[in-house]
Each structure stands twice: as C-alpha cells, then as structure tokens.
C-alpha cells in the first residue's frame, strides 16, 4: 500500500510568520510531487509541483524534495489569513496514480 | 475558460437507483480522474482514464463504472448506489500526468 503521510494538524502561525508543511511518502520509486490548496467547501486547487531534489520557488511558496529521506516539504512565507486552508501533498508514482495525503489544516491568525 | 466541469453539484438519491454523474473538460487534457473524498480518509482515487477507451483501476473502485468514449468526458456512473456511497466526488483532469485541475465537486447523498 502506498502511503504518503501528513500531520492533520491545525498547524496555528501568526501573520507574516513562515508556515511549514510536511510529507512523507512510501514508495521509494515516486517521481512526482505536487502541493494542493484546498478551502473548506471548495475543490483542491494545485500550487506547486517538483519532480527534483532540492528547492523550489515561486512566489511566497518553495518546495523542498529529498528523495533519499522520502520527505517533501512546504514553505509558505509572510502567511497571510488568506493563506488558511487545508494543504494536500500529493505523489505521483507512475504517471496514473495520484495518491494524497490526509492534508494539514494551516490556521493564519492576523 | 479552461475548466473541469461536473454535474450535478448536489444529488440525493435511493439505494439501488442508476445514477450517473458527468465531467467534461475543454483543455484537451489525455488523463482524467475520479476521486471520492471523505472526512478521516482524505481524497481517494476510483478510476482513471490516460486516452480514450482507456481506463484502470484506482484505489476503491468498487460499485463504480467509467467510460471514455471521447477525450473531453468522462463519466462517473453507479449502477446500484448504496448508503456507504455517499461522498464528495471530484473529477480532475491533467494534460500529462502531473498536476491535476479539479472540477468543483459533487455532493452525493444516498438513502
């Protein structure tokens, strides 16, 4: 069973603080990563992809990959309370199955 | 407006009444999905599709049925719905594989 894991959560970071969000993956042979934004109520909605080791930006938003600890990562920088929502990580083992995480609430208090 | 389109948005039904939702896209995306999503679970795959006449399995495909009959849509069809049905039905659709764009969701009820 592939698994990709994340803390539920409520992470609770003040405004204009740097939110941290974390994954964790089981399959060692994943090749794809995306972050998706989901509010309540609404469909999830994709704010990066990596497919690399390393670092990614764009804009507010980097995500961090390391294959060797199977471990992706999001950062959100100067977190505004239009920030707050649920974060899904998600990964891509073979092009046909997306498997989610459970998602981490981020709570932005202003 | 690139979009992933599902109806209906809200559906209550009975048990054992055919029912089917629809999803269409107009980005000549080649993979379209289905996903089920419940609270404590998450989102979970049920079919998906990488061309036409071209679909597999998911995660929980149990009690539903797809087809893709042309590469805009993809249908999401439950021949006998039961209670255990009941859920938040997203359909997502993506040009390669990678990120997928997600339709607005449909909220199913079944009694």
């Known amino acids: 069973q592939k698994e990709v894991e994340q803390n539920s959560g409520p992470l609770s970071v003040p405004e204009g603080a740097i939110a941290s969000l974390n994954c964790t993956y089981s399959d060692r042979v994943s090749q794809s990563f995306f972050w998706y934004r989901q509010y309540s109520g609404k469909s999830p909605e994709l704010i990066m992809s990596i497919y690399s080791n390393g670092d990614k930006e764009d804009g507010r938003f980097t995500a961090q990959l390391n294959k060797a600890s199977q471990y992706v990562s999001l950062l959100i920088r100067d977190s505004q309370p239009s920030d707050s929502a649920t974060y899904l990580c998600a990964v891509d083992n073979a092009g046909n199955m997306l498997t989610f995480g459970g998602g981490t609430r981020l709570m932005v208090k202003p | 407006e690139a979009q992933v389109t599902q109806n209906p948005r809200y559906l209550i039904t009975v048990t054992g009444k055919k029912l089917t939702v629809t999803c269409s896209q107009n980005m000549n995306h080649e993979y379209m999905s289905w996903y089920r999503q419940d609270p404590g679970l998450g989102l979970r795959q049920i079919y998906y599709?990488?061309?036409?006449?071209?679909?597999d399995k998911g995660d929980v495909p149990e009690g539903y049925k797809v087809s893709r009959k042309e590469k805009r849509n993809f249908p999401l069809i439950l021949e006998s719905p039961s209670p255990n049905q009941t859920s938040l039905y997203f359909c997502?659709?993506?040009?390669?594989?990678?990120?997928?764009?997600f339709g607005s969701g449909t909220r199913l009820t079944v009694v």
């Open positions: 599709s990488m061309n036409v006449e071209v679909t």
């Open positions: 997502a659709s993506s040009l390669n594989g990678g990120g997928y764009t």
